[in-house]
């Protein structure tokens, strides 16, 4: 079993015109703010501090760089579907998620992360769309466990299923909260580096 012996933050990025890459296989981390990317990516790490956990939404919208066990990257993509954002600022993220997108010959796959309790929204369907248009193989990820009933946790991965279109056994569940689906992840990740 893979498990992961360290991790650290590499660098920020905004400005992809001239991407070259950094020599590592690339894991593209993309949801919603608020969605529960950084504790995801905290509980990863197994460090509480790695990615920050904002309280508040729509500050600087940086790609971020976190170099894993020496081996892969995980690229955290800025959230986005904040309610306070104006149409140039989507603009903007827009066209530096297609710039970096675009650039990055090193992209193994993308895990698409959404709240287990919510149906996933137009522009979750769109970075999926994005991704499969780009031939980079995506990874649901329902985020939140803790937050249902066990008794829905069935009804609502079908409907994320649903609306999606993704099979349900390619959604995996997960809980910072519980510490839940980390090794889980963790495997299917290096499934994608180790291209099997
Ligand atoms: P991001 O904006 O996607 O990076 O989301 P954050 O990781 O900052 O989390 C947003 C909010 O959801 C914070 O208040 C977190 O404490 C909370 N949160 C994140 N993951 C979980 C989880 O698994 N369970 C619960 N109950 N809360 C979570």
Not at 79 to 102: F, H, P, T
Not at 134 to 159: C, F, M, Y
Request: proline share 2%; net charge positive; aromatic share 10%.
């Amino acid at each position: 079993m893979k498990t992961i012996k360290s991790a650290c933050f590499l660098k920020s990025e905004t400005d992809f015109k001239n991407y070259k890459g950094f020599g590592y296989p690339e894991i593209v981390f993309a949801g919603r703010s608020n969605v529960g990317k950084s504790s995801l990516i905290n509980l990863i790490a197994n460090n509480g501090k790695l990615a920050k956990v904002s309280a508040t939404q729509g500050k600087t919208k940086l790609v971020n760089f976190f170099l894993f066990n020496d081996e892969f990257l995980l690229v955290d993509l800025p959230g986005y579907g904040y309610a306070s954002a104006g149409k140039d600022e989507q603009e903007r993220w827009a066209k530096m998620i297609n710039c970096y997108l675009e650039n990055s010959k090193q992209i193994k796959c993308a895990i698409l992360l959404v709240d287990i309790r919510h149906t996933p929204t137009k522009q979750d369907i769109q970075i999926l769309d994005y991704f499969t248009f780009n031939n980079i193989p995506v990874t649901i990820v329902a985020t939140k466990l803790d937050k249902i009933k066990n008794s829905e946790k069935q009804r609502n991965l079908a409907n994320i299923s649903a609306t999606l279109k993704v099979g349900i056994n390619n959604i995996f569940v997960v809980s910072a909260e519980k510490k839940i689906g980390r090794d889980e992840l963790v495997q299917r990740i290096y499934q994608f580096i180790d291209g099997e």
